[in-house]
């Protein structure tokens, strides 16, 4: 019988040595699985570990990777410490537990608190276990919620980071104070924009002066921030200074709760409201004074919309720099929009730009949409099908070859662990040389165990092509002689634009449009 182990870090026993090691908690839950395993005389198939997760949450890289192994069967029990490790909701304890995994072949045990599939009597405990965990869950999350809100009303900051400007005050919790090497920038931004200095002129100062946006400003620091990754992730660009030029925390006030949890099932956020925000005023010291902030925000106020409040743009967050991949911001001259990539103001060589009006780039759009369908629909669609098919026929049969060899290559693995084991058993091979020597047959047989689930996916989504057929000629066919386009057709047709920079003589710059189809 092979078992797969499974640990998870719980929120009430974190106790981390260093950052990029397991918890003492996972290597005890480790090795009592371990122990308990081969008491049993089980095989060990792998051990999954997730580390600072909680057990709400449903993006554990290892659980969803061990429910990948269990639906492909490589392997007959899963075994935790609890329960409650393997998942606090009852949701998934009766989708899993007591639905799938039997129908898979899959037993589940867990030590600590009798819990074993195969003993049908303990069904009811199982489920009485779920709904416990699931009314622990809830009920921490309205107590951490209410500690939160209480904190919030009170002025006192909650977040894992001081905004730019500040930093946590260490003799007093929840109270913020004045980082002056950063205040001293937040200053110059408010006085440059109150002296008629736009967002993105401010921004290429800055980063002409090499001075770190603040998300590179904390990493700098030491702190242990997330850098976003790419060319430009360290520069100032627009939308940061225009945040910065809006935030009340900048005058004294403590500003909280601009986004709320969707359930505490998740740690996907959405944006409040502005009058579910908490607002407390005079909870810190100002780092802008209130004239200059009253200025600035008559500014801000006065400087032209490029569209109508309450609308959305036709291309908006669909046109990308072809050159830096940034997404382009429209504006709004003498009455016709146009969109720009914002990074080529913001610092020297960040990006060479691309502009283009909206209009030219609507005409484009359809001239290629128009092409598109004469093109489908004048072919002779028989001819055309055929050959799709034929294409992914042959893929499919190289697929299916490749999966033929893995598989064979993964029970000659099997076989040499099995090998090995049995050599143990015999007193031929100690406990040291065993796992050392069978190592590298597990991560090899791994390796080729994911290529056969991932070649397996690229099967059945070939044959589901093959079922459905092409459908981009149905898609074609319900937009044939467009003159206009809609915000609603861009975003079924459209996945996102690409558009260079013109070149001297062409009258119009390259574009690149990715279809939905």
Partial sequence: MKVAIY???????????????????????????????????????????????????????????????????????????????????????????????????????????????????????????????????????????????????????????????????????????????????????????????????????????????????KRLHGLRYKQPKGKNSTLWKYFAISDMLTNEIYIGNMVQGKYGSISYKTKQCKPRPKEEWYVVEGTHEPIIDRELWDRVQKLVGE?????????????????????????????????????????????????????????????????????????????DELE???????????????????ITAYKKKIDEYSKGVRALYMDKVKGLLNESDYREMSKDFLQNRERLEHLVVRSEKEIAEIEEKMLIGDNRRELVEQYTNVTHLTREMVEILIDHITVGKRVKGEKYPPIEIHWNF
């Avoid at 055309?384 to 490749?402: K, S, V």
């Fill in 384 to 402: 055309r099908n055929i050959e799709f098919c034929n294409n992914l026929r042959e893929q499919r049969e190289r697929l299916q070859t490749d």
């Fill in 7 to 217: 640990c998870r870090l719980s929120e009430e026993d974190r106790n981390k040595q260093f950052e990029t090691d397991d918890s003492n908690s996972i290597q005890n839950q480790k090795a009592m699985l371990l122990q308990y395993a081969m008491e049993q005389g089980w095989e060990l198939y792998n051990i999954y570990s997730d580390d600072d997760y909680t057990g709400a949450d449903r993006r554990r890289p290892e659980f969803n990777r061990l429910l990948v192994d269990a639906e492909a069967k490589r392997f007959d029990i899963i075994l935790c410490k609890t329960q409650s490790r393997f998942t606090r909701e009852l949701e998934l304890v009766e989708k899993y537990i007591h639905g799938l995994f039997p129908v898979w072949g899959i037993r589940f045990v867990s030590i600590v608190d009798n819990a074993d599939t195969a003993n049908k009597g303990n069904k009811k405990s199982r489920q009485i276990n779920g709904l416990v965990n699931e009314w622990y869950l809830e009920d921490m999350s309205d107590n951490i919620r209410s500690v939160l809100t209480n904190r919030r009303l009170n002025g006192f900051h909650i977040g894992a980071f001081a905004l730019y400007g500040y930093k946590k005050d260490p003799e007093h919790k929840g109270h913020l104070i004045i980082d002056e090497e950063a205040a001293a920038v937040v200053r110059e931004v408010f006085t440059l924009f109150a002296g008629g200095y736009g967002k993105t002129a401010i921004a290429r100062m800055l980063n002409d002066r090499g001075i770190p946006n603040p998300t590179e400003y």
């Fill in 303 to 379: 400087r032209a919309k490029p569209f109508d409040v309450g609308t959305v743009g036709l291309f908006a967050r669909k046109a990308r720099c072809a050159n830096c991949g940034y997404v382009m911001r429209s504006s709004k001259n003498r009455g016709r929009h146009y969109l720009q990539c914002s990074n080529r103001h913001v610092a020297k060589d960040s990006c060479i730009g691309s502009f283009i009006s909206v209009d030219t780039l609507e005409q484009l759009v359809i001239d290629e949409l128009n092409r598109l369908s004469k093109e489908y629909l004048d072919k």
